[in-house]
């Protein structure tokens, strides 16, 4: 019997200002949008960052007349080294030419080959970051024989730095939508019981409980935020599809987002439900 006049009293008080609640879900919907957008680019933005991880190798340019075993147990000394492979300077060579493909044939002017013989060293997990490449290499160009070392690690810096600033965007972010989405379903739910407030003192008069005269207002906060929820999700979902059929290829994992999205709404709306009943309360006593 209390759900049933719970919801019935949800409906009611949703009838009696209709469109200011899906105006307010609208807005909503609008600021939990920017806020997933902002979470896909910091997906894509990590899973990129990792796949570099995965594929960091230190490049060891040797000496013209030092052979490998001169140099690679004393880079297996390193800590952080995983395994190093020895690449000669004509499997370079070769390796270039595959890669320049048709273009290969500018190579054919060459006196001699140009590229020195090369020990590739893969690292450990823990020390795939732009701070231990940087120990490593300097650990590397110490050892007599090797004549340059080369990782890209300006290149993992730079994207590690864009992952940070995109980290505090979002948090910046979530506390604005956060703030902004509680003041939207506060000022919904202050009107809704400005409305209604005859039919509230008359249920107080006949003795009903502060829960069933608060319920149907925290339902609507609710039901307001998961609208918000999937309207922004169903925004970003289109928006991901555009942008990956016609710019760029990206990841867009549409299940914890979309729980997401409906997990963060919800919070929102009660919160806001919350605190605009918290500030009644205290102008009624």
Not at 53 to 79: G, M, Q, T, W
Not at 223 to 233: K, S, V
């Given at each position: 019997?209390?759900?049933k006049?719970?919801?019935?009293e949800?409906?009611?008080t949703?009838k009696?200002s209709l469109?200011n609640?899906f105006l307010s879900a609208?807005v909503?919907?609008l600021?939990?949008?920017l806020l997933?957008?902002?979470?896909?680019?910091?997906?894509?933005?990590?899973?990129?960052?990792k796949?570099?991880?995965?594929?960091?190798?230190?490049?060891?340019f040797?000496e013209e007349?030092?052979s490998y075993?001169e140099v690679?147990d004393?880079?297996?000394?390193?800590?952080?080294?995983?395994?190093?492979?020895?690449?000669?300077?004509d499997?370079?060579?070769e390796?270039l030419k595959?890669?320049l493909g048709e273009d290969?044939?500018?190579?054919?002017?060459?006196?001699?080959?140009?590229?020195?013989?090369t020990?590739?060293?893969?690292?450990?997990p823990n020390?795939?970051?732009?701070?231990?490449?940087k120990?490593i290499?300097?650990?590397?160009?110490?050892i007599p024989?090797?004549r340059?070392v080369?990782?890209?690690?300006e290149?993992?810096g730079?994207l590690e730095?864009l992952?940070?600033v995109i980290?505090?965007?979002?948090?910046?972010?979530?506390?604005i939508v956060?703030i902004?989405?509680i003041?939207?379903?506060?000022?919904?739910i202050e009107?809704?019981?400005?409305?209604?407030?005859r039919?509230?003192e008359i249920m107080r008069l006949?003795g009903?409980?502060?829960?069933?005269?608060?319920?149907p207002?925290?339902l609507?906060?609710?039901?307001?935020?998961i609208?918000g929820g999937?309207?922004?999700?169903?925004?970003?979902s289109l928006?991901a599809y555009?942008v990956?059929a016609?710019?760029i290829s990206?990841?867009?994992?549409?299940?914890p987002?979309f729980l997401?999205?409906?997990t963060?709404?919800?919070v929102?709306?009660?919160s806001g439900?919350?605190?605009?009943?918290s500030r009644?309360?205290e102008?009624?006593?």
């Amino acid at each position: 019997m209390g759900l049933k006049f719970i919801w019935r009293e949800t409906i009611r008080t949703i009838k009696f200002s209709l469109l200011n609640f899906f105006l307010s879900a609208l807005v909503q919907a609008l600021s939990l949008l920017l806020l997933l957008i902002f979470l896909t680019i910091t997906f894509n933005l990590f899973s990129l960052i990792k796949e570099t991880y995965n594929r960091i190798e230190i490049y060891a340019f040797l000496e013209e007349n030092v052979s490998y075993p001169e140099v690679a147990d004393k880079i297996f000394l390193i800590a952080g080294v995983k395994e190093i492979r020895y690449v000669s300077k004509d499997e370079a060579l070769e390796e270039l030419k595959e890669d320049l493909g048709e273009d290969a044939s500018l190579l054919s002017g060459l006196d001699k080959n140009p590229l020195p013989n090369t020990i590739r060293i893969k690292l450990e997990p823990n020390y795939h970051s732009a701070s231990a490449l940087k120990e490593i290499e300097k650990k590397l160009t110490n050892i007599p024989g090797i004549r340059e070392v080369w990782s890209g690690r300006e290149v993992l810096g730079k994207l590690e730095k864009l992952l940070r600033v995109i980290i505090f965007s979002d948090i910046g972010i979530l506390i604005i939508v956060g703030i902004s989405v509680i003041f939207i379903v506060l000022q919904n739910i202050e009107a809704s019981t400005f409305q209604r407030r005859r039919e509230i003192e008359i249920m107080r008069l006949v003795g009903a409980t502060e829960y069933l005269v608060s319920a149907p207002f925290y339902l609507q906060g609710l039901l307001q935020g998961i609208i918000g929820g999937i309207f922004a999700f169903l925004g970003v979902s289109l928006l991901a599809y555009f942008v990956s059929a016609t710019l760029i290829s990206f990841s867009f994992p549409s299940l914890p987002f979309f729980l997401l999205s409906l997990t963060v709404g919800a919070v929102l709306g009660i919160s806001g439900s919350y605190v605009a009943l918290s500030r009644i309360k205290e102008t009624e006593k």
